[in-house]
């Protein structure tokens, strides 16, 4: 994941704005930190990193000269990363450069485990409120990448995938029916935050979603309609209706840019641990095979239960005995059953007359 080089010609294009985002978050900028170096607004910065405006004078020079400083930091830390890794220190030949060689899935996987978890499950917490919400949100978000790594892989924004599936995860409306969830979270230390939270959680969780996208994380209204499926108009009224909300219940976050400011604070007020990415893919494959097992036992006893049905199925027709008739006034023959009150009393007095039967039918003797 190194940046694309960028060197002080202006006759040198930009890169694209998504690798200049991703430039700055790699070297931990915020936009206003950025904005501040530059020499421009916040609002530029982000109009920039979005494609909407193009950096132009001193202060295309100045980004530039910047940008080019974090892909250099960037390239040094992978560097000296792989040195660490392997024990031994790198030191670069003066030979030309050679194309790097491609990475494998696993280790595209890992890096962009690592450059996404930290900032990802924060704002998961933030959009929840709950801590082992928001880390399993994360990785379940990353078991599916991996269960769909090519088309992640050739994805144009594989973070914002991953981000997407983790706000879906941790959004959820199953996740009411969760036991851990009758158990109460652990409050933030600071009032503010804690104030701040109650308020968002009070929010719809589009609402809640909107608001983290456009004001805690400075995307533009389009990518924010975009990533939560709504349309542009739909998504301003979510903001503005979000905005006032915060605003009525604590006034001091009624400016904008303050708000952006209280929500990064609190994003990055929590150390939440996660998982190692190898650990993750792990599961993901042991998932896989306990489905690809189950699914195979499920198909090995339907055939089982068809060929036993097959075997004890009748191999001809029989028609069904059918109901008797009253034929020239006679009545048809009923089938044996329960007898009657008045049938069980005639039974039991032919059975005491049996022996002597009436006296005009019993034998004289001569």
């Avoid at 998504?235 to 904008?256: G, K, M």
């Amino acid at each position: 994941m190194v940046g694309h080089p960028v060197t002080h010609s202006p006759a040198t294009p930009l890169p694209p704005p998504q690798e200049c985002r991703r430039l700055r978050e790699a070297g931990s900028l915020t936009q206003d930190q950025l904005a501040a170096w530059v020499g421009v607004s916040r609002a530029t910065v982000r109009d920039w990193e979005t494609g909407r405006r193009t950096p132009r004078g001193r202060s295309r020079e100045a980004y530039v000269r910047l940008l080019s400083r974090l892909a250099e930091e960037t390239a040094g830390q992978t560097r000296a990363g792989t040195a660490a890794a392997t024990g031994r220190q790198t030191e670069v030949p003066p030979v030309e450069p050679q194309p790097a060689p491609a990475l494998t899935p696993d280790q595209a996987f890992d890096i962009l485990y690592k450059f996404c978890v930290p900032a990802l499950v924060r704002q998961t917490y933030v959009l929840t409120g709950r801590r082992d919400l928001a880390r399993e949100s994360v990785e379940r978000a990353f078991r599916l990448a991996w269960e769909q790594w090519p088309e992640v892989a050739r994805d144009r924004d594989p973070a914002g995938w991953v981000r997407a599936a983790a706000y879906d995860c941790a959004l959820s409306p199953w996740n009411r029916f969760r036991l851990r969830r009758r158990f109460p979270e652990p409050p933030l230390a600071d009032p503010a935050d804690r104030a701040l939270m109650d308020v968002l959680l009070r929010l719809p969780p589009s609402y809640r979603r909107t608001l983290l996208l456009y004001d805690g994380l400075g995307f533009d209204l389009p990518e924010t309609a975009a990533e939560t499926e709504a349309s542009t108009p739909a998504t301003a009224n979510r903001l503005l209706h979000a905005r006032e909300i915060v605003a009525a219940r604590l006034p001091e976050l009624s400016d904008p840019e303050v708000l952006h400011q209280r929500l990064a604070l609190l994003a990055s007020t929590e150390r939440l641990r996660t998982a190692e990415p190898r650990t993750v893919r792990w599961g993901c494959e042991r998932r896989a095979r306990f489905r690809t097992h189950a699914a195979v036992a499920f198909t090995a006893v339907l055939i089982g239960v068809t060929a036993l049905t097959l075997r004890t199925a009748p191999t001809h027709y029989e028609a069904p005995v059918a109901p008797g008739e009253t034929v020239r006034g006679v009545p048809p023959r009923v089938a044996p059953g329960p007898l009657s009150a008045e049938e069980l009393q005639l039974r039991a007095k032919l059975r005491q007359e049996w022996r002597r039967g009436p006296e005009r039918l019993a034998p004289l003797a001569r």
